[in-house]
């Protein structure tokens, strides 16, 4: 038995090892869902600390996606990002809207408003992925999960490398 100490996992047995792991952290002052999932039932001590240094630097991750999901935003080509927002604003009551949107403030367009309220709301991590593009770390942000399931997805892959950004739900 080969115990390892996770950031906000405690002890996991890496040498047997479950298929998925996950618990609620804080992070911004907001909850998160964090999970780990394997298929294999076994990892080495090096994976193990990969997996516990990307977990200890979530915030910093976090922050370079909002980055990134602006970047994606201002897109001159088609963007997923420019695509959500517009279709939340047209699909959602102005009544919803104005808990997150201040349609009195004309310095700053309903869009980019909407855009500052994405928040993380999950962090995946799949370590076991068998090859370079496959996705290591999946991050969800949403506007408010209790009024949409769509979702911005930033995909990370082994290198730490971000920036796929996808519309999903």
Same mark, same amino acid.
């Given at each position: ?7 906000? &996992?405690? *002890? ?5 090892? *479950?298929? #998925? #792991?996950? =618990? ?24 193990? @600390? ?7 630097? =979530?915030?910093?991750?976090?922050? *370079?996606?909002? =980055? @990134? ?7 001159? *080509?088609?963007?997923? $990002?420019?695509? #959500?927002?517009? #279709? ?12 997150? =949107? ?33 996705? &290591?770390? $999946? ?13 911005? $997805? $930033? ?10 950004? @996808?519309?999903?739900?």
């Amino acid at each position: 038995m080969k115990k390892f100490s996770f950031t906000h &996992f405690g *002890e996991i047995d890496i040498n047997n090892l *479950e298929e #998925y #792991y996950d =618990i609620s952290i804080e992070l911004n002052s907001e909850e998160i869902k964090l999970d780990l999932n394997f298929s294999e039932n076994t990892i080495d001590l090096d994976a193990a @600390t990969i997996i516990n240094n990307f977990i200890a630097n =979530i915030h910093n991750y976090d922050l *370079e996606n909002k =980055i @990134t999901i602006e970047k994606e935003y201002n897109n001159k *080509e088609a963007s997923s $990002v420019k695509d #959500y927002i517009k #279709y939340h604003i047209e699909e959602l009551d102005k009544n919803v809207l104005s808990k997150f =949107i201040d349609f009195d403030n004309k310095s700053v367009e309903p869009e980019k408003q909407l855009l500052k309220k994405l928040k993380l709301i999950r962090v995946g991590l799949y370590p076991d992925v068998a090859d370079e593009s496959e996705n &290591f770390a $999946v991050f969800d942000y949403t506007i408010d999960s209790e009024i949409t399931d769509e979702l911005i $997805v $930033v995909n990370s892959d082994k290198n730490n490398t971000f920036g796929n950004v @996808t519309w999903e739900s």
